[in-house]
């Protein structure tokens, strides 16, 4: 994750520079994905990127022209920095998955443990990004529980990224009545994010 102190200052620019590059990205040529630290950049640049831009998008669409006054409230910030944290280790899990999965299914690539070796060291990393350290335990445990149980051969195809956007409409500090009417907006504007990541994960990827 970007390593700065939250403010609505940086919210705001950061939300400018996402939507900016999304506008001309269809021009900058992009380079394959074609061993596993091309693999385990993209995992971790595009779970930062989908759980940036759904959660900051979701907090300016509730809260309107109150969205910059609520980024100088010290208690509201740890509450967006703590569902930051916990909907991008989620995010993480599950384009961990997906990737491997597509490459098992379409591209014959059958080192399915990498994909456990990718995710930690994407995990450890974090810490110096302050990752609470506590999550980071937490999250080795419920990758290796999913891990256990996965079928790498329908995973990819099989509603993959369910589980963070679950995972935004938990933890985005919004109340709970606002949440349960923005339900189905807000699961789908994840898995639109998502559908764009796919996309050009499909495209790029040459194992």
Request: with cysteine.
């Amino acid at each position: 994750m970007a390593k700065y102190k939250l403010t609505w200052k940086d919210l705001s620019w950061n939300d400018f520079k996402i939507y900016l590059f999304a506008l001309f990205k269809a021009f900058i040529p992009k380079t394959k994905i074609s061993n596993l630290d091309d693999l385990e950049n993209f995992i971790q640049s595009k779970s930062a990127w989908v759980t940036q831009v759904t959660l900051y998008g979701y907090l300016k669409t509730r809260m309107g022209t109150r969205y910059v006054l609520h980024f100088e409230n010290d208690k509201f910030m740890d509450s967006v920095n703590q569902a930051k944290w916990n909907i991008y280790s989620v995010a993480l899990q599950d384009l961990t998955f997906f990737t491997f999965s597509y490459l098992k299914v379409n591209l014959n690539y059958h080192e399915t443990d990498k994909a456990k070796e990718i995710f930690f060291k994407i995990l450890d990393d974090e810490t110096s990004n302050k990752m609470p350290l506590d999550l980071i335990e937490e999250t080795k445990q419920n990758f290796n529980e999913r891990f256990k149980n996965i079928n790498w051969e329908n995973y990819c195809n099989d509603l993959p990224f369910n589980p963070s956007a679950l995972s935004l409409f938990k933890w985005a500090p919004i109340a709970d009545e606002l949440k349960t009417l923005d339900r189905k907006i807000v699961l789908n504007s994840m898995i639109l994010k998502w559908d764009i990541v796919k996309k050009e994960f499909t495209e790029r990827v040459k194992f």
